[in-house]
């Protein structure tokens, strides 16, 4: 079979705009531009609507009640004969049992999307092992899989991919044209984290508090879907940090380049990441990145050549990193460069689309 007549479905149930959320919708676009037929099967009012209306993708009204729907596995099923669809891909755990179902009995193949950081439930776990393959994001998500009884035959590691022509340093709006639309200040250190909350952006505060007596002219961006709603209550805790915090919600993604332009140092502090899209693209800006030690980072970064990692809620390295990165703009120099080679050489997006063909044509009929 050609790779260019390959019918592939998304399914993604939840209503929410997440990390997973949004790098499946990327995923289903950028098979499109492969020559693939993709449609995304999500709820009616999903987050995901304006994106995928953007990115030109067919979006299908899906009704999913609970994980284990069989009325929506038949109903998903004959959608799936009925449009000759070849592979259907679930990016949710909620939505493993009626997928592979829908898939044994429409003939479809059942490729699994896993990059939850989190143990399987017990009860999916017979369940997953029916499915034709298993993307894991990183191999500590394939580790965490075996360790639960799922074969490793089944699995396979496709890292994430970032375009590199988008995201580089050469490619970017001038530095204080973008800071001016931020509102932040155009000749002092900016520091920033970019993530929706619960990723460590309180570490970072409690890091900036502290610095910020042998570092005054330090700032800091926090940007991300409810980061204002989060994360204002909070910096009245912090009154060394008064007026040098810029908080502002999800910022268009089609900007990102230009945001991470505008930083000296970038900083996500979780204390689980399965493999983070946005650590990639600051690698790519050349941004020297700080980051925690998780699955994912371990994988992405050389310590202390491609960037930095510290132990999750290890507030005194964060606080030794920042400083020593801010005193040294050679280092910081040296250390982009080698966060963008590497993104090169393991993390573009061709990278990854390339390798999830092969796995797609690996699981169809030979013919």
Known sequence: MNKSSLRIMFVFSTRAMGGMELRAARLAKLTMERGHSVYFGCPRESQLDSLLKEYNVARISLHIHGSLDVVGARKLAA???????????PFSGNDYWMTILAGKLSGARVVVNRSTPSALNPLSIPVLRRADVIIAVSKG??????????PTDRITVVYLGVDTSLFSPESTSPREQVRKALGLPLDKFVIGCLSRPGKGQEDLLKAGSQLASTHPDVHYLF???????????????FPHLQNRVILRDRLPHGEMADILEALDVFVLLPETEPFSNAVLEAMAMEKPVVVTRTQGNIEAIEDGKSGLLVRPHDIAAVIKHLGDLHDSPERRLTMGQHARQRVLRFFTQDIMMNRMEEVWMSVLPKT
Not at 79 to 89: A, E, K, P, Q, S
Not at 223 to 237: K, M, Q, W
């Open 79 to 89: 959608y799936l004969r009925g449009n000759r669809i070849d592979l259907v891909m």
């Open 141 to 150: 998500i394939e580790d965490l899989l075996v360790s639960q009884g799922i």
């Open 223 to 237: 940007a991300g879907g409810g980061v204002p709603l989060s994360l204002d209550p909070l910096i009245h805790d």
